[in-house]
């Protein structure tokens, strides 16, 4: 049984910084697709950034250059650093993995509901 738990969310002012972890079990092998989602009540879950395991990284617009995501292959570890942050950065975040190496992370950034485990999410709140 897969299990992602994610940390390190919090409250920061903005401009600062959080690093968020999801930490997976239940697998003995490194997932294809591992990704970050966020969402804020009311409105759909959109997809920040994806790893693949072949190297290959994809990134929500607004986020580019801002935040870094990043995978410790033998911790089974998804990280994602998120810098000057801004309180449209405020919502749930959660992590989830999907091993279907048909296709790229990019589709599954644009399709969360393909995604095959989900964490519960951690919350960061960005106030100005």
């Known amino acids: 049984q897969v299990q992602l738990v994610e940390s390190g969310g919090g409250s920061v002012q903005s401009g600062g910084s959080l690093r968020l972890s999801c930490a997976a079990s239940?697998?003995?092998?490194?997932?294809?697709?591992m990704a970050w989602f966020r969402q804020v009540p009311g409105s759909e879950r959109e997809g920040v950034a994806v790893?693949?395991?072949?190297?290959?990284?994809a990134y929500l617009d607004s986020v580019k250059g801002r935040f870094t995501i990043s995978r410790d292959t033998a911790k089974n570890t998804l990280y994602l650093q998120m810098d000057r942050l801004t309180p449209e950065d405020t919502a749930m975040y959660y992590c989830?993995?999907?091993?279907?190496?048909?296709?790229?992370?990019?589709?599954?950034?644009?399709?969360?509901?393909?995604?095959?485990?989900w964490g519960k999410g951690t919350s960061v709140t960005v106030s100005s």
């Open positions: 989830a993995v999907n091993n279907n190496p048909g296709l790229r992370g990019l589709y599954y950034l644009k399709n969360p509901d393909q995604m095959d485990y």
């Open positions: 239940g697998s003995t092998y490194d997932y294809v697709h």
């Open positions: 790893s693949d395991s072949d190297g290959r990284i």
